[in-house]
T-cell receptor, first 117, second 111 residues
Framework: GAVVSQHPSRVICKSGTSVKIECRSL??????MFWYRQFPKQSLMLMAT?????????EQGVEKDKFLINHASLTLSTLTVTSAHPEDSSFYIC?????????????FGPGTRLTVT | GDSVTQMEGPVTLSEEAFLTINCTYT??????LFWYVQYPGEGLQLLLK?????DKGSNKGFEATYRKETTSFHLEKGSVQVSDSAVYFC??????????FGTGTRLQVFP
């Protein structure tokens, strides 16, 4: 149980285009989903917290107009990287909090490798 | 602000060796502490956690004790297996959902 999927697992796009990444909780309902970014040999950095039916809360320094987050249902959140540039190349990871589990229990997706050329 | 520091890897061990991965933290108050493991090609999985001082989290032969006096949460296992090869992340969280991670430590176990 408590499986989170991400799609796609890898994506390569050209500079200036937009890319959408999906995060799904497969066997539970998630009122809250989280988006992280991971640089090589660095820790996961929280980008934003996504709450179903409301606007996402972004961490300091994260451009909300560049990283659009939509949490349209209890099982799906999407991250859209708009007008991507090479510096946006990174590993993006989502997690979801099971509304029935403990407050600090998060389940993580396998991540999406974005490469902007 | 709050932060987590863990030893750089990779840690390379032979099968059945003893494992220690050091983790220290800086935080106000009394956060919960976690160890997550990431196997190749998979998402992070919660390995164990401790929510208050002197608590010991344990799972799959791994243990970690919440040491308030040394602000540490070192991960240990008495006898590692090849299947334990993965990246291990130490993390903390207060009563919010925000997890603060260390940089991760890669463990490589050889037969």
């Amino acid at each position: 149980g408590a499986v989170v999927s991400q799609h796609p697992s890898r994506v390569i796009c050209k500079s200036g285009t937009s890319v959408k990444i999906e995060c799904r909780s497969l066997d539970f309902q998630a009122t809250t989903m989280f988006w992280y970014r991971q640089f090589p040999k660095q820790s996961l950095m929280l980008m934003a917290t996504s709450n179903e039916g409301s606007k996402a809360t972004y961490e300091q320094g994260v451009e909300k107009d560049k990283f659009l987050i939509n949490h349209a249902s209890l099982t799906l959140s999407t991250l859209t990287v708009t007008s991507a540039h090479p510096e946006d190349s990174s590993f993006y990871i989502c997690s979801a909090r099971d509304r029935m589990a403990g407050r600090n229990e998060q389940y993580f997706g396998p991540g999406t490798r974005l490469t902007v050329t | 602000g709050d932060s987590v520091t863990q030893m750089e890897g990779p840690v390379t061990l032979s099968e059945e060796a003893f494992l220690t991965i050091n983790c220290t933290y800086t935080a106000t108050g009394y956060p919960s502490l976690f160890w997550y493991v990431q196997y190749p090609g998979e998402g992070l999985q919660l390995l164990l956690k401790a929510t208050k001082a002197d608590d010991k989290g344990s799972n799959k032969g791994f243990e970690a004790t919440y040491r308030k006096e040394t602000t540490s949460f070192h991960l240990e296992k008495g006898s590692v297996q090849v299947s334990d090869s993965a990246v291990y992340f130490c993390a903390l969280a207060h009563n919010t959902d925000k997890l603060i991670f260390g940089t991760g430590t890669r463990l490589q176990v050889f037969p």
